[in-house]
Each structure stands twice: as structure tokens, then as C-alpha cells.
């Protein structure tokens, strides 16, 4: 599974690693854990699911499916 993120601003979806994943989460939510976010938003996005994190959004590459 490969994960993408999109700034809303943004038109291209970008690969992206757990590592800048949670740097992304730290940045947008820094008062929550973000390896507890993480764990979420990949189970999520493992469903097919795109989550929108601040003004970031995660999903799975290749993921047609629109929430």
C-alpha cells in the first residue's frame, strides 16, 4: 500500500512515508498523537477512505473512491 497526501491548495497527490506522514500530522494537529493518527488514518484509508487532516489529505494511491 502506497500512500499519497494533497494540501488542498494543491492539485497533485504526492507519495509520501510514515516518517513525512507524521511529520504532516505534527504540523497541522501538533496537540494530538501522532502516531495514534497515523494508525487511524491508514486504517482508513485502507478501506478507501480519503481523510482530511487540517488542510492535508491522505489516501491510498490509486484510490478512486471520494468520501
Partial sequence: MTMVTQYI????????????????????????????????????IKRGKTVTLGSCRFKMENSDKKV
Avoid at 513525512?20 to 495514534?36: N, Q, R, S, V
Wanted: proline content about 3%; cysteine-free.
Fill in 9 to 44: 491548495y494543491e492539485k497533485k497527490w504526492t507519495k509520501t512515508t510514515t516518517k513525512e506522514a507524521l511529520k504532516i500530522i505534527e504540523e497541522e494537529m501538533p496537540e494530538t498523537d501522532a502516531e495514534g493518527t497515523l494508525r487511524y488514518i491508514l486504517n482508513e
